[in-house]
């Protein structure tokens, strides 16, 4: 069962009770996605690969914040986006109208998402001209994909309440979706999550962290010859 719950900035998150965890943070669920997904993965990959259509892979699409807020800053600045989320259990229609994130978005944004999101959980979408929206309804281990991203979203609750999301397999895993030059963000800094990134060829970087935490974490995937040994 998910339990709405409001947060700091007056934004809406849902508690989930099986995890233990809260899908967004409670110092700010708007702030938060903004601050770690859009203003330190986003933009920094619109700079990175400028004028050309930008993919994505989120791990852990939960309440669609972060694709909403992607979609919406993608419509504004013209960009061509091709998403994909992972969820191995996805919410209902009726808890993600729960969070009332409508209000945080164009009203055709939200209405598109929320009138295909089933059908997005069974195959890819067009919800705006020039987007694209896959919700693969599987766990991690079992996602596979025929492209490379540009653009790693990495969402998952916490290592506290889901430490198998974070261990150095998954983390290795996940790094090898990303193309040369692709981003991973993270709203998490640890030093082992630092360690694992870096053994896969990844730059890393901290930044400073959303409201209620120090810093975050985005790491750069370097060319084979760059690698760090």
Not at 8 to 34: C, F, M, P, R, V
Not at 48 to 57: A, D, N
Not at 78 to 86: D, E, F, P, R, V
Not at 162 to 183: A, F
Request: negative net charge; contains cysteine; charged residues 20%.
């Amino acid at each position: 069962m998910n339990i709405i719950t409001p947060t700091a900035d007056g934004s809406n998150t849902l508690y989930n009770e099986t995890i233990g965890e809260h899908y967004h943070s409670k110092h700010g669920a708007l702030q938060e996605s903004k601050h770690v997904f859009i203003d330190a993965g986003l933009k920094h990959a619109e700079l990175s690969f400028p004028g050309q259509p930008i993919s994505i892979l989120e791990i852990g699409f939960g309440t669609g914040l972060n694709f909403l807020l992607t979609s919406a800053y993608a419509a504004e600045h013209q960009l061509m986006l091709n998403y994909t989320g992972i969820e191995a259990y996805p919410l209902t229609r009726e808890e993600l109208n729960s969070t009332q994130y409508h209000q945080f978005v164009p009203e055709g944004i939200w209405n598109d998402f929320i009138g295909q999101y089933e059908q997005a959980l069974i195959t890819p979408v067009t919800l705006l001209p020039y987007q694209e929206l896959t919700i693969a309804h599987t766990k991690l281990n079992d996602f596979t994909s025929s492209t490379l991203f540009d653009l790693i979203y990495f969402d998952a609750f916490s290592v506290q309440h889901q430490p198998e999301m974070w261990s150095d397999e998954v983390i290795g895993q996940v790094c090898t979706l990303l193309k040369t030059g692709g981003i991973f963000v993270t709203y998490a800094i640890t030093g082992k999550l630092k360690r694992a990134l870096k053994s896969v060829g990844m730059k890393i970087e901290k930044l400073p962290g959303a409201p209620g935490k120090r810093e975050m974490l985005r790491a750069v995937k370097l060319p084979a010859e760059e690698t760090e040994l």
